[in-house]
């Protein structure tokens, strides 16, 4: 069964769920309609919801789509499912929502090549860029593709590397992550050594057991365990000067491992606010509180401007 959704309707949900900011808003009999709404600016939205809208905070046109697909997913309570790109189509299980309604850009199906093949972080990219009508790949989708050397001696001069390589290679829009953990009483190690702390080819168990034995001696009380993950996320792109952004998530290290979430040094990794280890987190909460999802939502805030380069 399909609902159509129309400009009332569109309206009511924009007036739904929407909160934080204010927004002077005037109905098309005048009125002035003080409402809580999210800082975006609808420069799609007057004329065709006989709405005139004078936002007090600019935002970009995919900020909109997704306040826009967010609101959507917060009145239906359902995900969107396809978004078909000759008339955005948007399909919410059994809610149809025709752009003639609504007039808006046409939004079209996006691949994102993320240059890792770090399948942990893969999936926490896949949870935050599906929301954006993203498709996430990564490179073992790509076995032709080199493994790229991390000779950087920092996250960013590595996650540099990953993504300018990857990107001149397919001529593609690449983001590349490289993160860590940096253990106070350790000078800030394993850091960009994360993955080969234990060895060149070292698994996530034999880090982990490597960390918990370099911290047996020297740190037994918490205040001694201070730990943090840091993310850089480099986007590349042909003819663009690359986008650079990091996120940082504090916590300390765990005496033993706990949880079955997470990869890495999750299990570990006790965060600082919740007293649970990354491990114990499922993948949403932790895409909420994570250094990866801290540099993502600084990612956002820059993305629109970066792209219009
Ligand atoms: O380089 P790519 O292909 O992205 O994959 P990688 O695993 O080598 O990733 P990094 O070079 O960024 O090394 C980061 C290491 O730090 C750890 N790590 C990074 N983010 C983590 C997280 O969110 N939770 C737990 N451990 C994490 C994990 O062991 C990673 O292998
Ligand atoms: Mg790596």
Known sequence: ???????????????????????????????????????????????????????????????????????????????????????????????????????????????????????????????????????????????????????????????????KTISELTGEMVLADDSGLMVDILGGLPGVWSARFAGDHATDDENNAKLLHELASTAVSPDKRKAKFHTTLVVAAPEKEPLVVEGEWFGEIGTIPKGDDGFGYDPLFIDEETGRTAAQMSLSQKNKVSHRARALQNLLKKWPEWLKQ
């Open 1 to 163: 069964m399909t609902t159509k959704l129309y400009k009332h309707d569109i309206l009511d949900i924009f007036a739904y769920t929407l909160s934080t900011r204010q927004l002077r808003i005037e109905n098309i009999f005048g009125e002035q309609l003080e409402l809580p709404i999210y800082s975006v600016f609808f420069k799609y939205f007057p004329s065709e919801l006989g709405l005139k809208i004078v936002a007090v905070d600019e935002a970009s046109p995919s900020e909109i789509m997704t306040l826009f697909f967010q609101v959507l997913r917060d009145v239906t309570a359902k995900n969107y499912v396809e978004i078909i790109t000759d008339t955005l189509v948007v399909k919410l299980d059994d809610v149809e929502v025709h752009s003639e309604t609504l007039s808006l850009p046409v939004i079209s199906d996006k691949t994102l090549l993320i240059a890792t093949r770090n399948e942990g972080k893969t999936r926490e990219f896949k949870a935050m860029f599906s929301q954006l009508g993203y498709t996430v790949k990564n490179l073992n989708d790509f076995p032709e593709l080199p493994e790229v050397a991390e000779t950087g001696m920092t996250f960013e001069a590595n996650a540099r590397l990953k993504a």
